[in-house]
């Protein structure tokens, strides 16, 4: 976080034109917070406040500033309702059918920090997004059942889907295009390979950043390093 603070200060110092956007966490991450926290069978998270946020809304909001002109300004984003972040995952869980006790735990770190009432969510005055969890739910649940069977792909052919639409793709950041694998739909299924789901690209990524130390500012270089890697591992 101190690495992303001081490159936002970099940007806004210098005499480059620009526009920030800041969310709050992405509800896609949520799995990958749970294990981190976990201990057995245990899940132990500090009773915050938590907002996150879905992937397509940020894509969205994302692709909104881009199409636009430079702001010279940071724009806050969020989810459009707010939980206790322990009462988060355990709901989450539940809906999963996944037996981890979830255990409020106000001293629990969060990747390693541990954190204030609002550490987690936005400013007031901050866009939110339109994604409720239940519907998030429903959506990620209809997008498992609909998963692509690869022994019905003819070899050689290349199959692409997701709710991420070409505007979209053509103008939001790297960043969050980048995140198109997996649980957003955008898999690239070629013959008998198969694209790395959302969950094996988290893990993997959070592992890299674990490797050198926890240190921040290198998000979406391990994302993609993690892509990468599990692309050619099932190749």
């Known amino acids: 976080m101190r690495a992303k603070l001081a490159q936002e200060k970099l940007i806004k110092e210098s005499s480059i034109p620009y526009s920030i956007v800041q969310a709050t966490q992405f509800l896609e991450f ?31 909001a994302v692709a909104k500033v881009a199409a636009g002109s430079p702001l010279n300004d940071t724009i806050e984003i969020g989810g459009p309702e707010q939980f206790r972040f322990d009462d988060f995952i355990r709901k989450l ?26 550490s987690l969510i936005q400013g007031d005055g ?22 692509l069977r690869i022994s019905e792909v003819p070899t ?44 094996e690209i988290a893990r993997l990524a959070f592992n890299l950043y674990e490797s050198r130390g926890r240190r921040d500012g290198h998000d979406v ?11 050619q591992r099932h190749a």
Request: aromatic share 6%; glycine share 8%; net charge negative.
């Open 93 to 118: 869980l539940s809906a999963r059918h996944d037996p981890r006790e979830v255990i409020a735990d106000p001293h629990a770190r969060y990747f390693g920090a541990e954190l204030s009432e609002r």
């Open 156 to 199: 050689g052919l290349v199959v692409a889907g997701g709710r991420l639409d070409k505007r979209i793709m053509t103008k939001a950041s790297d960043f969050v295009t980048s995140h198109a694998a997996g649980e957003w739909g955008m898999g690239t299924y070629t013959g008998g390979r198969r694209a790395p789901t959302h969950d």
């Open 221 to 231: 270089e391990d994302w993609l390093r993690a892509e990468e890697e599990l692309v």
């Open 30 to 60: 949520a799995k990958s917070i749970a294990d981190d926290a976990t201990d057995g069978n245990t899940v132990r998270l500090p009773p915050v406040l938590f907002q996150p946020i879905a992937a397509d809304d940020v894509a969205s």
């Open 126 to 147: 901050a866009q939110l997004g339109e994604t409720r969890l239940a519907d998030w739910l429903k959506k990620s649940a209809a997008a498992a059942d609909n998963e």
